[in-house]
């Protein structure tokens, strides 16, 4: 019974972890989508690239 309930805390875990990851993987690309819009409506082609790229990595 105790194997049980240290695998279910750990599962619990686990799935806890992925929600948060998720949601801080949103909240990023959001971030970055909106400051790339920024960069491209003020012509800033140095912060548009860098942002670009920031966000092909976190994609990766």
């Known amino acids: 019974m105790d ?3 240290v695998t279910y805390e750990v599962m619990l875990g686990l799935a806890a972890e ?3 990851d998720e ?3 949103k ?7 909106q400051a790339i819009d920024k960069a491209l ?3 800033d082609k140095d912060t548009f690239c860098r942002l670009t790229e920031e966000l092909k ?3 990766a």
């Not at 909240?27 to 989508?33: A, G, I, P």
């Open 18 to 20: 992925m929600v948060l």
């Open 3 to 5: 194997q049980m309930k």
């Open 23 to 25: 949601a801080v993987f």
């Open 41 to 43: 409506a003020v012509g």
């Open 57 to 59: 990595t976190l994609y």
């Open 27 to 33: 909240f990023r690309s959001d971030k970055l989508y």
